[in-house]
C-alpha cells in the first residue's frame, strides 16, 4: 500500500510541476526594421539609395559610412479558432474529469526596436535594442492541462553588438547577442493519496543571461551579384533550484522531501544563413535559405532529479522531440522611384516537431506556417538623409486535426488530455513603421 502512495505522490507533483514552469521558447522572426518584414529578414543593399542600418545582416554596415540610427515600432495581433470543449483533467492529473472550452488567442504584443552604427576608422560598430513595451521579460508558461502553441509565447529585452569591416569586396562582422536576466516563481503542489489534505511548495528561481556569438561574411561579386553567410549560437536559458517540503499523511504524520527542479526556460537555436541578391535593371531579387537546429532542444521542459525521500522520478507526459528544418525565403525589391521602393516576400516554416499530438501524449502544438510580407519605404526630402517605412506581414498556421485515442498518460484506459480532439487554425499579423536617419 505505501508504494502506492508513493506513486500517487509523484505523478501529482510531476503533472503540477510542468504546468507551473514549462516555460515556451519558440519565437517568430523578429525584424530589426520594419523593411525586413517585406524582406523576409533576407540581407538587401541598394547602392543607389541611403541603406538601412540592418541588425539581421551587420556585414553589410561594412558598404557604408557615417551614422546610421533606426527607430522601430512593432504591434503583433494573433487570431486561432476556439479548439471546443476539451478534457483538461482526468484520473492521472487530478481526482476527476474535467472539461472546459480552450482558446489559443493569445493578447496583442508590442515592440520597439533601435539598431544603428557608426563610422569608427575603418570599422563600422553596431547595435541593436529589441524592447517589449509592456514587459521587459515576459516568460509564459504553458500548462499540460490543455494544448498550447509554441508559438507566441515569450518576449524579453535583448541586446545585440557588432564590429565589421570591409576587404575590398569582402565585409566581415563578429557580434554577440546577450538575453538579459529573469526570474520564474512556481507554486508547486504535492498530496499522498485523496485522503491526505494538500502541501504548498513556493519556489523562486533565476534565468540566468545568455550570450551567443555570431560570425558573417558579405561577398559582392560586382554590382549585381552579392552573398551573405552568417552564423549564430544558440542560447539556451536554463532554470535549476532545490526546494524542500513536508506532505501531510492522514492527520498524525508527514512526509519530508528534498528536490532539484531543472528546466529549459527559452531557447533560441542555432542557425545557419545564407542570403542571395541579385540586381536586375529594374528591380532586387532576394532569395536564401535559413537552417535551425531545434534537435538540440529538449523543449520546455522540468525536470525532477535528486529526489530524497519518498520521491521518485515520474512521468514526464509533456516531452516533445524537435527535428532540425530548412527556411526557404525569396523576395522581390521594387523601386518606385529614385526614393521609393516597394518589397514583396514570402517564407515558408516547417513544423519543428517530430510528430503529431495524435501520436505524442503532450499537447504541445507546431504547424507549418507560410509568411508572406510587404513593406514600403520613402526618402523624406522635409528631413535630410531620413527615411519613412511601413510594412506588414501576415502568417498563416496550415490547419492541423488531432484525434486523441482512449489511453490516458499513464498509458491506462481513459480520457486524455485533449481529447476527444480538435483542429488548430490561425493567423498571426504584424504591423510596424519606422524611421531612420542617416548623417
Not at 50 to 78: D, E, I, V, W, Y
Amino acid at each position: 500500500m505505501k508504494e502506492q502512495k508513493n506513486s500517487q505522490l509523484i505523478k501529482w507533483f510531476t503533472s503540477i510541476a510542468i504546468c507551473t514552469l514549462s516555460l515556451n521558447g519558440l519565437a517568430n522572426l523578429t525584424a530589426s526594421h520594419v523593411g525586413e518584414l517585406g524582406s523576409q529578414g533576407l540581407c538587401h543593399f541598394d547602392q543607389e539609395a541611403n541603406q538601412l542600418s540592418s541588425a539581421l545582416c551587420p556585414s553589410l554596415n561594412s558598404f557604408q559610412k557615417g551614422f546610421h540610427l533606426n527607430m522601430n515600432f512593432f504591434s503583433t495581433h494573433s487570431h486561432f479558432n476556439s479548439l471546443g470543449r476539451l478534457v483538461t483533467g482526468n484520473q492521472y492529473t487530478q481526482r476527476e474529469v474535467q472539461y472546459q472550452e480552450v482558446d489559443l488567442t493569445p493578447a496583442s504584443e508590442q515592440r520597439l526596436s533601435l539598431n544603428g552604427f557608426v563610422t569608427w576608422g575603418e570599422y563600422q560598430i553596431s547595435a541593436y535594442l529589441l524592447a517589449p513595451i509592456h514587459n521587459l521579460v515576459s516568460l509564459h508558461s504553458p500548462a499540460p492541462d490543455s494544448p498550447q502553441l509554441l508559438q507566441n509565447s515569450n518576449h524579453h529585452l535583448l541586446f545585440k553588438a557588432n564590429i565589421s569591416r570591409k576587404f575590398e569586396n569582402l565585409a566581415i562582422s563578429v557580434g554577440a547577442t546577450q538575453g538579459f536576466k529573469g526570474q520564474v516563481q512556481s507554486l508547486l503542489v504535492t498530496a499522498l493519496d485523496e485522503s491526505s489534505s494538500p502541501s504548498y511548495v513556493d519556489i523562486q528561481a533565476d534565468v540566468e543571461s545568455q550570450w551567443a556569438m555570431d560570425l558573417e561574411l558579405a561577398y559582392q561579386f560586382n554590382e549585381r551579384n552579392l552573398l551573405v553567410l552568417h552564423y549564430q549560437q544558440k542560447m539556451d536559458y536554463r532554470v535549476q533550484q532545490t526546494a524542500q517540503g513536508i506532505s501531510p499523511l492522514g492527520s498524525l504524520s508527514r512526509v519530508d522531501y528534498q528536490f532539484t527542479l531543472e528546466g529549459s526556460a527559452l531557447f533560441s537555436p542555432e542557425n545557419y544563413r545564407i542570403s542571395y541578391q541579385y540586381q536586375a535593371q529594374s528591380f532586387y531579387l532576394l532569395t536564401g535559405i535559413r537552417y535551425e537546429r531545434w534537435s538540440d532542444w529538449q523543449g520546455p521542459s522540468l525536470q525532477i532529479s535528486q529526489a530524497q525521500g519518498v520521491l521518485r522520478a515520474g512521468d514526464n507526459y509533456q516531452y516533445s522531440r524537435f527535428k532540425d528544418i530548412l527556411i526557404p525565403s525569396f523576395a522581390i525589391a521594387y523601386p518606385l522611384t529614385n526614393k521609393q521602393k516597394l518589397t514583396l516576400g514570402y517564407s515558408y516554416r516547417p513544423s519543428i516537431l517530430t510528430a503529431s499530438p495524435t501520436h505524442d501524449r503532450g499537447n504541445r502544438l507546431d504547424t507549418n506556417v507560410s509568411q508572406i510580407g510587404l513593406s514600403y519605404q520613402k526618402q523624406l526630402s522635409s528631413l535630410a538623409g531620413s527615411q519613412l517605412t511601413i510594412g506588414a506581414s501576415h502568417q498563416h498556421f496550415h490547419s492541423l486535426r488531432v484525434d486523441k485515442q482512449s489511453i490516458m498518460e499513464d498509458g491506462s484506459e481513459g480520457e486524455p488530455i485533449g481529447s476527444p480532439g480538435y483542429e488548430l487554425k490561425g493567423s498571426v499579423l504584424v504591423i510596424g513603421a519606422g524611421l531612420a536617419l542617416n548623417f
